[in-house]
């Protein structure tokens, strides 16, 4: 077992927040994170939340994986540790770029500040960075604005950059309205309808689905960045954060002495399974599992050795009659012996049918497009024993999808539904037996690591 990881020097960070969703965020934490590093500058991403498409895009930019932050799934604790693991993982990162969710002070609902982008910025003592959507705004920006740094004078809001601005008189009005309130003004972005990112039914495009058009956004996004951001300002900015206190996250340290054996564990990846946390694999490796991928849409088989299968989240929706042709791995797959553990995207494949299409057959499960999407944080209590959780032990994950999956007739998880005023039934959701965990619920494995010592454990004599 490794001992901790030093504390590394703090290194200089910022985080890009809104005053809601649609402001331009993505646009502004891509560019800045592109912008730096084509000035030389390693530049560690992170993504406040559960969110596994941006983070896509922030990675992409950096040139290394982009990381998430999330107190509900992984807990306050370890918001720091994660940060500074992302920060030295590769290498040592010269800044740090956060990209905040929904709006500033929006969190998890009924829970206050909890998984708010502004919680998580007093947690890394980090300077905030406003975009600001203007296009139909004047002189009321500097209320706005001052209402956001009024609001919580913990969090400290060090500057705005402002989005969609129609013209030179435009921005000289909101930059004198700014002026007023001593807010300064670090980038101001002209309207470029040409640069939105393709979306669809979950959101943004992943970048796994369009790994060409994709750079080619991002490069954009950089050079319209570079041309209208003062990046010499946002690094003084973000030099200005203080001092991390706390160890640096070590997946070996969480789940100490490895399993023996060194069990192979395929992890699906690919266009259809593109939703993952990179903890995920790193914690199955220091388990002590040999991690490999596969995927589903071109792989005619699992790779030799398997013993083990995660199949996450993504679009199976999108890719049905690919997945379907794919019958050769269907049909290995239904057969297969060992661990499956499957969220989402992986419940769907698992199943009988997804929209009408012959999906494996492991499990009793049709799905269907929904009307409506499902999306929300859970807290989760364990119905049954599966390969991962125990009878009675909680979970926090969260759910995000427009399908529905039946029948659940072995549950492995109960949550109640949160309405406000409301008492509701407990909603029953997922499938587990001696092999298989598949559920709607997504999991951020840092923050229950014992579930990959329990899948590597599971491997362990499995035969492929």
């Not at 030179?168 to 101001?188: C, K, N």
């Not at 954060?241 to 990846?269: I, S």
Request: aromatic residues 6%; charged residues 20%; hydrophobic residues 45%.
């Amino acid at each position: 077992m490794s001992g901790p990881r030093p504390v590394p020097r703090a290194v200089p960070r910022v985080v890009v927040a809104a005053p809601a969703s649609g402001h331009g965020k993505t646009t502004v934490a891509t560019g800045l994170i592109a912008a730096l590093r084509a000035r030389g500058l390693a530049v560690s991403p992170h993504k406040v939340g559960p969110d596994y498409i941006d983070p896509g895009y922030l990675g992409l930019a950096a040139g290394r994986p982009g990381r998430n932050l999330d107190p509900f799934l992984v807990g306050t604790e370890r918001i720091v540790p994660l940060f500074l693991y992302g920060t030295t993982t590769p290498r040592p990162a010269d800044v740090a770029v956060v990209e905040g969710v929904m709006g500033l002070y929006d969190g998890a609902t009924g829970h206050g500040e909890l998984a708010s982008t502004a919680q998580v910025a007093r947690l890394l003592d980090a300077p905030v960075l406003l975009v600001v959507d203007a296009a139909a705004q004047g002189r009321s920006v500097a209320a706005l604005v001052t209402g956001f740094r009024a609001f919580d004078p913990a969090v400290r809001l060090g500057g705005v950059v402002l989005n969609r601005v129609g013209s030179t008189r435009h921005e000289t009005i909101l930059r004198t309205a700014l002026d007023e309130v001593g807010v300064p003004v670090l980038g101001v972005l002209p309207r470029d309808e040409a640069l939105t990112t393709p979306a669809r039914h979950l959101g943004l495009v992943p970048v796994a689905e369009r790994t060409e058009q994709a750079q080619t956004t991002v490069d954009a996004l950089g050079c319209l960045v570079a041309a209208h951001v003062d990046l010499a300002g946002v690094l003084a900015l973000a030099a200005t954060a203080g001092p991390l206190d706390g160890p640096v996250w070590d997946p070996a340290a969480e789940l100490g002495v490895p399993v023996a054996g060194r069990p192979r564990v395929a992890l699906a990846t690919g266009a259809a399974f593109s939703f993952g946390y990179p903890e995920t694999a790193e914690l199955l490796a220091a388990a002590g599992a040999e991690v490999v991928t596969f995927d589903p849409l071109t792989d005619p088989g699992l790779p030799e050795r398997t013993v083990g299968l995660v199949i996450g989240g993504g679009f199976p929706e999108v890719y049905a009659d690919a997945l379907a042709a794919n019958t050769t791995l269907t049909r290995q797959v239904a057969g297969f012996t060992g661990p499956v553990a499957a969220e989402c995207a992986g419940l769907l494949y698992l199943g009988r049918s997804l929209e009408g299409r012959a999906m494996c057959g492991r499990l009793p499960t049709r799905a269907a497009m929904a009307p409506t999407l499902t999306v929300g944080y859970r807290q989760a209590v364990v119905e049954r024993d599966s390969l991962l959780v125990r009878t009675g032990e909680r979970f926090a994950g969260h759910e995000f999808h427009r399908t529905t999956c039946a029948p659940t007739d072995r549950p492995v998880w109960s949550w109640p539904v949160e309405e406000p005023g409301v008492v509701t039934p407990r909603v029953v959701e997922g499938y587990a037996d001696d092999r298989v965990h598949a559920s709607y619920l997504h999991l951020h494995w840092a923050g229950s690591p014992m579930m990959a010592r329990r899948l590597v454990a599971a491997c362990v004599g499995t035969t492929a």
